[in-house]
């Protein structure tokens, strides 16, 4: 008998409000007045892609400023070894844009969130079925949040994290179809990192949070 991994729950601040802000820049030292944009306009789940250079060197100083408002993740992980060390830097969650069993067995070993990403059937219940906190529908916009209902014929109990071409004004499709968040990079983010308006990207954020309360309290 398969025996499933002891699968680690959505924090408390995805679950009051579900959106994922994915941050990418040219120096992980940008990335502090954009998160603080971020919280102040109420989404405090912040994904640190390492496809951004520094972010293993300043995640324990952006863990420290923000820690007692938000929840910082790392993402664009691939290797088990990218793993560990944000774990080892206080990392609060892992994103990964693929099904690598040894990554998510990283992030469950030590009860940390992880969000694994895949797009088929088979590599999504895979990750689900190795103890993902939720699978990352990647890239969602390939395929609809229609997707979802599909996915819950066979796997009633699977959540779904869609990421991928996902806009602030169509996030709420997603949450009505039944995702447990939603993740956005640049149609949230905009022109935040090449000097474009912060206040923008604040009023940007508080318009998704307010479009994704409205639709989870439609469904």
């Known amino acids: 008998m398969t025996t499933i991994p002891t699968r680690s729950s959505l924090s408390s601040i995805l679950e009051e409000t579900p959106i994922v802000a994915v941050l990418r820049a040219g120096h992980a030292r940008e990335y502090a007045p954009v998160i603080e944009a971020l919280v102040a306009g ?56 693929i099904t690598d069993l040894d990554i998510i067995a990283a992030a469950v070993s030590r009860g940390i969130p992880i969000y694994p990403g895949g797009l088929t059937p088979t590599e999504l219940f895979s990750a689900w079925n190795a103890g993902a906190t939720a699978v990352k529908l990647f890239p969602a916009s390939t395929v609809g949040p229609g997707y979802i209902g599909q996915l819950r014929g066979p796997f009633p109990g699977i959540r779904v994290v869609p990421s991928g071409g996902i806009g602030v004004d169509d996030a709420a499709a997603w949450i009505r179809a039944g995702a447990s968040a939603v993740s956005l990079g640049g149609p949230l983010l905009g022109d935040a990192f090449s000097g474009g308006s912060l206040a923008a990207l604040t009023e940007r954020a508080r318009r998704l949070v307010a479009n994704v309360a409205d639709a989870r309290s439609a469904r």
């Open 42 to 97: 109420g989404v405090r789940s912040i994904e640190l892609t390492l496809s951004t250079e520094g972010v293993f060197d300043l995640l324990p100083d952006l863990v420290r400023e923000f820690g007692d408002r938000a929840e910082i993740g790392v993402g664009t992980i691939t290797s088990r070894a990218q793993a560990e060390r944000a774990l080892d830097g206080g990392a609060g969650y892992l994103v990964t844009p």
